[in-house]
């Protein structure tokens, strides 16, 4: 079994949420978010405003793309964005590449190994000690079927019946270039909270994400701030767009549940 795409997912929750009789805005995003004593107002993009007692941000993250020709439209044909979970089924016995030096990169390269032929780990910089955890490079370096190449970038991609074929690799250095036949690209070079529009209301670390629990206290130390409850009283954060989460499904909805319970 390949398990469940996020957009089958994301639709088959929406269709419950609907059942239970949440109501939805479409055509619109949230601009804006102000309090006024007890009330917190969402402003919206067409100049509406929700008014409730409580908010909670569930925005997510865009994730960093790579800048080639033509790899847009092999999003989701060969060419996958953040985690590789679901996709690593479909790569049995065939050549992977994943683009990145962190964790998460380092993840889905020996997630993939599991089921691909040979696993390519392309990294920009000349090490990886800086951006990884020791224990993954170590069991990195340990799997039989994984390559890790410093000093590489993807430059090009092609593609065969609309799926990705192969991709085209730079040495940085020395500027060679090389194509080389490729049943998935995962790219994992990190990625940017949807929270430009909470500024100035809510807390935020300095790559953009919400801040809750303690990590929110900040200048008016909150003694009674529920863990997911952000520097605003009333106002939660959820899922990849908080400060600390661990970008997966399974603790995004752990983290819906307990907002919920918690408001």
């Given at each position: 079994?390949?398990?469940i795409?996020?957009?089958?997912?994301?639709?088959?929750?929406?269709?419950?949420?609907?059942?239970?009789?949440?109501?939805?805005?479409?055509?619109?995003?949230?601009?804006?978010?102000?309090?006024?004593?007890?009330?917190?107002?969402?402003?919206?993009?067409?100049?509406?405003?929700?008014?409730?007692?409580?908010?909670?941000?569930?925005?997510?993250?865009?994730?960093?793309?790579?800048?080639?020709?033509?790899?847009?439209?092999?999003?989701?044909?060969?060419?996958?964005?953040?985690?590789?979970?679901?996709e690593?089924?479909?790569?049995?016995?065939?050549?992977?590449?994943?683009?990145?030096?962190?964790?998460?990169?380092?993840?889905?390269?020996?997630?993939?190994?599991?089921?691909?032929?040979?696993?390519?780990?392309?990294?920009?910089?000349?090490?990886?000690?800086?951006?990884?955890?020791?224990?993954?490079i170590?069991?990195?370096?340990?799997?039989?079927n994984?390559?890790?190449?410093?000093?590489c970038?993807?430059?090009?991609?092609?593609a065969?019946?609309?799926?990705?074929?192969?991709?085209?690799?730079?040495?940085?250095?020395r500027?060679?270039r090389?194509?080389?036949p490729?049943?998935?690209?995962?790219v994992?070079?990190?990625?940017?909270?949807?929270?430009d529009?909470?500024?100035?209301?809510?807390q935020?670390?300095?790559?953009g994400?919400?801040?809750?629990?303690?990590?929110a206290?900040g200048?008016?130390?909150?003694?009674?701030?529920?863990?997911?409850?952000?520097?605003?009283?009333g106002?939660f954060?959820?899922?990849?767009?908080?400060?600390?989460?661990?970008?997966?499904?399974?603790?995004?909805?752990?983290?819906?549940?307990?907002?919920?319970q918690?408001?």
């Amino acid at each position: 079994s390949r398990g469940i795409s996020g957009a089958h997912l994301a639709h088959r929750s929406f269709q419950q949420a609907w059942s239970f009789g949440a109501e939805f805005l479409f055509m619109r995003s949230a601009a804006g978010l102000e309090v006024h004593g007890g009330e917190r107002v969402v402003v919206l993009s067409d100049g509406h405003r929700v008014r409730g007692r409580s908010v909670v941000l569930a925005g997510g993250v865009d994730y960093n793309q790579l800048d080639v020709a033509g790899i847009e439209a092999l999003t989701g044909r060969g060419v996958y964005y953040g985690a590789a979970v679901s996709e690593a089924p479909a790569m049995t016995g065939c050549p992977v590449f994943v683009v990145g030096g962190g964790n998460s990169a380092g993840q889905a390269a020996l997630h993939l190994a599991k089921f691909a032929e040979q696993v390519t780990l392309l990294v920009r910089g000349s090490g990886l000690a800086a951006s990884m955890s020791d224990y993954l490079i170590e069991q990195m370096k340990a799997t039989r079927n994984i390559d890790i190449r410093h000093r590489c970038a993807v430059v090009g991609v092609t593609a065969l019946d609309d799926r990705l074929e192969s991709v085209t690799l730079e040495d940085i250095d020395r500027g060679i270039r090389e194509d080389v036949p490729a049943a998935g690209l995962f790219v994992l070079i990190g990625s940017k909270p949807r929270t430009d529009w909470l500024a100035g209301t809510v807390q935020r670390d300095p790559g953009g994400f919400v801040l809750t629990g303690h990590s929110a206290e900040g200048d008016d130390q909150e003694p009674n701030r529920l863990p997911l409850e952000t520097s605003v009283p009333g106002i939660f954060a959820i899922g990849d767009t908080r400060h600390g989460s661990v970008k997966r499904v399974a603790t995004a909805v752990g983290d819906g549940a307990g907002a919920i319970q918690q408001l």
